[in-house]
């Protein structure tokens, strides 16, 4: 299909909550679906990073998360449940801020429901960076933003430092 443009850092459609998407609703977002997969493509390309994106990122207030690691997965109207009680540090980073990473608490592991392609309810249960993954664009769908997560004031970097912070914490 097409890549579209990112949203960014202080752009208020990033601030707003997404509508749950809508059995009818299916064939209407496949192109939606191949741009989210083409705008990702071209974010790793040029960023060497990016697994998954949110339709909000692209400006699609719906409830849609697309995400290709090792093959594409559409999350339709997911929800997280059983957060551990054990919590990660991490580094996010997000194609909405590409050069900026942030210090952000995370569950270590949760357990993920959704609705796939076929509209079947679809459950996962997330470890370690996938379920940091997840939670990240779960939180897009709410309207909520790394950078509203930050642990504190000095929990911000260029994505330039990567090497050094992950020796370094």
């Not at 995400?67 to 059983?82: D, G, H, K, Q, Y």
Request: hydrophobic residues 45%; proline residues 4%; contains cysteine.
């Amino acid at each position: 299909m097409s890549i579209r443009e990112v949203l960014l850092l202080g752009n208020p459609k990033l601030y707003e909550s997404s509508r749950p998407v809508n059995k009818s609703e299916i064939q209407a977002l496949l192109p939606v679906i191949a741009d989210l997969h083409d705008t990702l493509l071209d974010f790793r390309a040029k960023y060497g990073a990016g697994r998954a994106i949110a339709a909000p990122q692209i400006g699609i207030m719906k409830r849609l998360i697309y995400m290709n690691i090792a093959e594409p997965v559409v999350f339709f109207n997911p929800r997280l449940t059983s957060g551990s009680q054990e919590m990660m540090v991490v580094w996010d980073d997000c194609l909405s801020f590409p050069n900026l990473l942030v210090k952000v608490l995370r569950h270590k592991s949760c357990k993920i429901i959704y609705r796939d392609q076929e509209w079947q309810e679809r459950e996962m249960t997330l470890e370690g960076s996938l379920s940091e993954l997840l939670q990240h664009e779960v939180d897009h769908l709410n309207g909520i933003l790394a950078v509203s997560r930050a642990i504190d004031g000095q929990s911000f970097a260029l994505t330039s430092q990567r090497a050094f912070l992950i020796r370094n914490t």
